[in-house]
Antibody, heavy 123, light 111 residues
Framework: QVQLVESGGGLVKPGGSLRLSCVAS????????MSWIRQAPGKGLEWLAQMTTRGTIYYADSVKNRFTVSRDNAKNSVYLQVDSLRVEDTALYFC?????????????????WGQGTLVTVSS | QSALTQPRSVSGSPGQSVTISCTGTSSDVGAYYYVSWYQHHPGKAPKVMIY???ERPSGVPDRFSGSKSGNTASLTISGLQADDEADYFC???????????FGGGTKLTVL
């Protein structure tokens, strides 16, 4: 069964850090472009970052220099290190994949998704 | 404020049809045929319902259809069923450095 499971969220004070994990099962993570996406309370989805199958990483301007994506192929996992957290970073954080069809040409849509892990930033 | 604009809510009775709009710009929705729609039941993983403007993944009923005109994409759900009640998000490709922009989401209520 193809599945993504996020973990690592929690309550953290402003300025703090967390490391979010996303474990894949039923497929090989390195065959997919992997993105982190978040949804703040009452808001829409926001794309944050993406790691390609070749390891290139792109970040949204809103999180550049504060968030870092990494991958552990042996654990079939991708991570999001979130630093210098702000109250406005409070959100449900999802990981989602796009299958790489031809080694550099991913499908245009996200499938699969995880259920998300909740990050709450509050003093 | 989300990059793509969707109505906050729509509603319809069982058996009826509803259409959800998604308005972007000439840099995203208007520039590419890479618009996708996701159904999200809170607490569950979002599910792709439409991709590439009007394509349906295997397993998605043909009650779900998509279209695009200019900078606005639309999702139409016909023959509404109770289980269709969920949040729906649109998404568009916007270039190599911005692979995805999303809408604010639309809550569909089946009356």
């Amino acid at each position: 069964q193809v599945q993504l499971v996020e973990s690592g969220g929690g309550l953290v004070k402003p300025g703090g850090s967390l490391r979010l994990s996303c474990v894949a099962s039923g497929f090989t993570l390195t065959d997919y472009y992997m993105s982190w996406i978040r949804q703040a309370p009452g808001k829409g989805l926001e794309w944050l970052a993406q790691m390609t199958t070749r390891g290139t990483i792109y970040y949204a301007d809103s999180v550049k220099n504060r968030f870092t994506v990494s991958r552990d192929n042996a654990k079939n996992s991708v991570y999001l290190q979130v630093d210098s957290l702000r109250v406005e970073d409070t959100a449900l954080y999802f990981c989602a994949g796009q299958y790489d069809l031809w080694n550099g040409y991913p499908r245009s849509y996200f499938d699969p998704w995880g259920q998300g892990t909740l990050v709450t930033v509050s003093s | 404020q989300s990059a793509l604009t969707q109505p906050r809510s729509v509603s319809g009775s069982p058996g009826q049809s509803v259409t959800i709009s998604c308005t972007g710009t000439s840099s995203d929705v208007g520039a590419y045929y890479y618009v996708s729609w996701y159904q999200h039941h809170p607490g569950k993983a979002p599910k792709v319902m439409i991709y590439d403007v009007s394509e349906r993944p295997s397993g998605v009923p043909d009650r779900f259809s998509g279209s695009k005109s200019g900078n606005t994409a639309s999702l139409t759900i016909s023959g509404l069923q109770a289980d269709d009640e969920a949040d729906y998000f649109c998404c568009s490709y916007a270039g190599t450095y911005t692979p995805a922009v999303f809408g604010g989401g639309t809550k569909l209520t089946v009356l």
